[in-house]
């Protein structure tokens, strides 16, 4: 379950409890937000079981990779904090660029479109806000019933896609078209959703949690949100559904928190064909452009682990020197 909570600032070593805290005023790129408050929360407990990863077990999993130049990087590395209560941006060195500031201090899943554009899913302001590659604030996107966004994405036409986490009960998907706040679609998934992901052929995947048997479920609509269609139930389950992603040759990469894994589900999205370890509470998950790299938030140990994909081989670990506190998603900017 999610629960939001706000509370003065701590050190750094306490992001590991997720209770690490910076929210500040902040500005368009450059420039770092001020260090003041933090929503922190506890999706990774079982909603049944009351169960959380043991995070300190867990620590000795942390890779300490040094981190090296990314050749060819992305533009961009975009990380939704808790802790800075910001959209850290990074160049492709992972060197700190500045700071996207969340209107609320509360960001959650984040995703740049084609164009360069980051979209944010704001969880306390049950909106979606996108930001020019400048920073600027360009458009923000509301609809009736959503009331705190987990994940967000886009397709190849740029429409917007939320998946809306419902306060953990069962909650909506909304399609918005670029720019605009009448949406296309709002349908209800019967999910405490918490990842999207559009194929290139426009078949749309949800991520959540059935507030029935408190285990994972991945959607699938084939042919997108339109009339809001029954979905199909994936053949695979998760304990803790986190964020979903996509891959160029259409696998699934869902993060399960629970079980501290990221799955990898290959068409017909009927089992799972491996699992890239070594997380603590792998929230949410993004893939480069060319599908050599996969960036995995895990604020269970406060950091962005940066792997080989898709062998999960280690490649660098994001924190505190990168300017990170308390990392919940992760963005790449495409390759030029």
Do not use: W
Not at 80 to 96: K, M, P, R, W
């Amino acid at each position: 379950m999610r629960i939001p909570i706000t509370i003065k600032a701590l050190s750094a070593v306490a992001a590991l409890a997720l209770l690490a805290g910076c929210s500040g005023n902040g500005s368009a790129l450059p420039g770092n937000g001020a260090t003041t408050q933090s929503h922190a929360r506890v999706a990774n407990v079982h909603p049944q079981t009351g169960v959380a990863p043991q995070f300190l077990q867990s620590i000795q999993f942390g890779r300490k990779a040094s981190v090296l130049p990314d050749t060819p990087g992305p533009k961009d590395l975009a990380v939704s904090d808790f802790g800075t209560g910001g959209v850290e941006v990074l160049d492709h060195n992972y060197a700190q660029e500045g700071t996207i500031t969340d209107p609320t201090g509360c960001p959650d899943g984040n995703f740049y479109d084609k164009s360069g554009h980051e979209y944010d899913a704001d969880y306390c302001a049950g909106e979606i806000t996108e930001y020019k590659g400048n920073g600027s604030l360009l458009f923000t996107y509301t609809a009736s019933g959503m009331s705190d966004p987990a994940g967000v994405t886009t397709d190849s036409a740029k429409n917007v896609y939320a998946a809306d986490y419902g306060s953990g009960s069962p909650s909506i998907v909304v399609e918005f078209p670029q720019g605009n706040t009448t949406p296309i679609a709002s349908c209800s998934t019967g999910l405490s959703n918490e990842g999207i992901a559009v194929s290139s052929s426009g078949a749309v995947f949800v991520s959540g949690n059935s507030p029935n048997t408190g285990l994972g479920v991945i959607l699938e609509y084939p042919s997108g949100l339109a009339g809001c269609p029954t979905p199909t139930t994936l053949g695979v389950s998760l304990t803790f559904a986190g964020g979903l992603q996509i891959d160029n040759s259409n696998n699934l990469v869902a993060c399960d928190q629970l079980a501290s894994g990221v799955d990898i589900i290959p068409p017909p999205y009927s089992s799972i064909s491996s699992t890239i370890t070594g997380f603590a509470d792998p929230f949410h998950v993004a893939i480069n452009h060319h599908n050599g790299k996969i960036f995995v938030a895990d604020p269970g140990l406060a950091d962005v682990q940066v792997d080989l994909y898709p062998s999960g081989t280690p490649f660098a670990t994001l924190g505190s020197a990168n300017g990170l506190v308390d990392p919940a998603s992760a963005a790449t900017n495409p390759y030029p």
